[in-house]
């Protein structure tokens, strides 16, 4: 899932400091589940936002609304409505969702309220640890399952660099040698000939670095 985390307050204040009728709009999918911007957390940031600016003894209208997801046109239909009734909008959606619902209200200033950090997955609670960069040409089938591309610091594909010492990568003590791992598990797979083949060089055209990706299934479109 998109991992995000939550803009600090003061970062958000001075953003809409000029506005009077605000609107915080969560979302219900990924960035609920890292309890960064669903119900729960539109509705303790709209708060925050009255008593501050009621402490200023600033009248500002404030309104609450969550949607099933922000990066869908179905959803963002729900708003349309109400879409002119705001001077901004803050988006606890993820940068996806921000973009998304900027393009479908143009006339309406949309303001992120969380920071998107990664794709990656909820080992614990209240812990979120980056798995995928999302490169467009997988390599996991010869990796046992542990991605050199968003584990290694260096990229590195074939094979531990020099810098791991004891299973740790040389950028930090607690980050795990994403080579090591991989090594581990191939081997508890017996399947250490996929390490020791060379990897072919890695055609990094899918990745972003050519520009916003799109992906299209005639099967599927009206």
């Known amino acids: ?14 953003e809409v400091e000029a506005y009077d009728r605000i609107l915080v ?3 219900n999918e990924c960035v609920t589940v890292c309890e960064a911007g669903g119900k729960k957390e539109v509705e303790v940031l709209a708060s925050v936002l009255r008593m501050n600016f009621m402490a200023q003894d600033r009248e500002k209208t404030i309104d609450e609304r969550t949607l ?9 239909e729900e708003i349309r409505d109400v879409i002119d009734q705001y001077d901004a909008v803050i988006s606890l959606a993820c940068g996806v969702g921000v973009q998304f619902t900027a393009e479908k209200y143009m006339s309406t200033p949309v303001l992120p309220g969380v920071n998107t950090i990664c794709l990656g997955a909820n080992e614990d609670r209240g812990l979120w640890t980056e798995r995928c960069q999302a490169c467009g040409s997988c390599v996991l089938a010869r990796t046992g399952g542990i991605c050199p591309v968003s584990r290694c610091a260096k990229r590195v594909l074939n094979g531990p660099c020099g810098g791991s010492t004891n299973g740790k990568c040389e950028i930090s003590k607690d980050t795990d040698c994403a080579w090591q791992l991989i090594i581990d598990r191939l081997k ?21 670095a050519g520009g916003p990706r799109t992906v299209t299934r005639e099967d599927v479109k009206i």
């Open 1 to 14: 899932m998109i991992i995000a985390e939550k803009k600090p307050i003061e970062e958000i204040i001075r």
């Open 25 to 27: 709009l969560g979302c």
């Open 68 to 76: 099933e997801r922000q990066c869908d046109h179905e959803y963002l």
């Open 188 to 208: 508890a797979l017996d399947k250490m000939e996929d390490y020791e083949t060379v990897a072919p060089v890695k055609d990094w055209s899918t990745d972003r």
